[in-house]
Structure formats: structure tokens, C-alpha cells
């Protein structure tokens, strides 16, 4: 019988130190070709609200797949944008092994594999850290980063005033006033936003700042200007889904800002040492993740191990 984990249940198998590792290792599986993953199939299904797939086999056999719904329209009615489960098989038989949340995961994973970029990209000397957004990435993100770096100084901003008071005030960090204000002088640069259109321009990131830009995940969708783009080190999760799937990107390449040859390297790449990381420390490093069936599935299977180990779930005859 499938074992059934529900939120509680990843919560409590699934600390971020631990998942920070994990998925470093997965970037760089993934880089070395030792995974087998397609890029992610989505469809709209209505106006904004979208249905994807995405599969992968982890390196350690364990076949699995994400399937999540995308309807940013849930928040006003109090309900998470972003909705998942997550299968996992067993490769030999094909039978079904777990159905575990796919919320959470999703959270925590993306958070931290944007930690991950902060390990290889960003400077060591870096104090300042800036995140715009205040919705569920702005506080996994805060949690995982702050796990790999020490920062000095926190600044947030979000166009949702109510849920920026509720978000600073939780983490005790400064709200700005702007976008611009929270960003001007900052080391380290999250872009965790719903928009569909630049939040940050390039004139407000300083020389030696790493960005990482998580929020926007279709081809006509952006949250940095195009010039930010053209101007940084570029580094993706993957090239496939990236040339595919990653606005600030390609949006920047149709405008003239940077060529099709401008992405530098995969962060596994980087995290392997195959690829060189930042040249200098006045280079802007921007690392653009879109998220990978691998991250899910490594995620959702070290959760399923540990619950396994702890008789932790639920059993649910089909």
C-alpha cells in the first residue's frame, strides 16, 4: 500500500540544512546528465491558472512526478496560489510507493536552491540582503539563506502592504518604502514576486550583487529589466527549461540585451566546480530558477525515506 504524507508529515521529515544539501546534490546529478527529466509540461486551462506535470528519475532509481496547479486568483480568497502532490514510484515494478504534499515542497525546495546560488555566487563578504515579495517564498527564502550566509542587514518590500507589515514584523526586518529603496545597496537580491512585468531595474542593483529571480516561470512573464539580464553573470537551474520557459531571459534576448549564448552555466555546473562561478567581486551574478521535476522528486523521496524510518503517514489501501 502507498504511504500518504501530508504537509505535517514532510514538515517534520524535511529540515531545510538537510534539504539545502539535497538539493545541491540533485543541481549537480542533474547537470552530469545522471537524471532523466523532461522539461514540464503546462497547460492554461483558464485565463492565469495553470496545470503542470513534471517527472523525473533521481539518480538513486526512485521514479516520481509534481503534479501542481497554478491559480494566483487563490490568494484573495485566502488559499495558496501554488497546489501539488507529488508520486513517487518504485522504478522495477512501477508500483505506487507515496503520495506526499507538494505545497510545502515546493516552498522549501525553491528556497533552498536559491540558498544553494548564495554558496556559489554570491560575495562572501555580502551584508546587505533584499526580498522583494512577502507571500510563502519571501519566508522560506529568509529561513534558508540565512542558514548559508550571515547577513547584517534585511530589507523587504512588497505591493501588498498589509502582508509586508505581517512579513517584516515576523522576521523583525525593516520595510521599505519602495522597491528601489530596498534594493539600492543591497548584496543579495530575491525577487519572489507574482508579476508579470519588471519589479527592479537595473540601475538600482549595485556592482558585486547576486540576484536570483524565482517568481516568474512563462516565456512572457519577468521580474527583472532586460538591461539587469544583459548585464550579469547568467546562471539557470537548466538550460532547457530556461530557453523555453524563463521571460526574464528570453524577453531580454528578443529586446537586444543579451544573446542566445549569453546563459554562462548551470548552478550544478558551478557547484561541481565544471564551471567557474563569478570572476570579481564587482560582477553582478543573477541566477534564474524556474524549478526542476528533480528537486521535487530527491525531496519528496528523502521525505519518504525518513518517514519510512520513523513510521511516520498514513498507509492508503487503493
Known sequence: M????????????????DLIDAMERALIAFSAGRVIQPVRTVMEFRPGGFFGLMPALDPD?????KILTVLPENLEAGLPSHQASILLFDPVSGALLAITDGRYITEARTAAVSAVSVRHLARRDARVLAIIGSGVQAHSHMEALLLVHEFAEFRAWSP???????FTKHWNITAAASAEEAVRGADVIVLATSSATP?????????????IAVGACRANMREAAPRLVGRSLLVVDSRAAAMKEAGDI????????????????????????AKPGRRDAAQVTFFKSLGLAIEDVVSAGLAYGRAVECECGVQVPL
Open 2 to 17: 502507498p504511504l500518504w504524507l501530508s504537509e505535517s508529515d514532510v514538515r517534520a521529515t524535511l529540515p531545510m540544512t
Open 199 to 211: 519589479v527592479i531595474e537595473d540601475e538600482w542593483v549595485r556592482d558585486g550583487a547576486h540576484v
Open 250 to 273: 528570453l524577453l531580454a534576448m528578443q529586446e537586444g540585451y543579451c544573446g542566445a549564448g549569453h546563459i554562462h552555466a548551470e548552478l550544478g555546473e558551478i557547484a561541481c566546480g
Open 160 to 166: 501588498n502592504a498589509a502582508r509586508l507589515e505581517k
Open 61 to 65: 532509481g526512485l521514479l516520481g512526478a
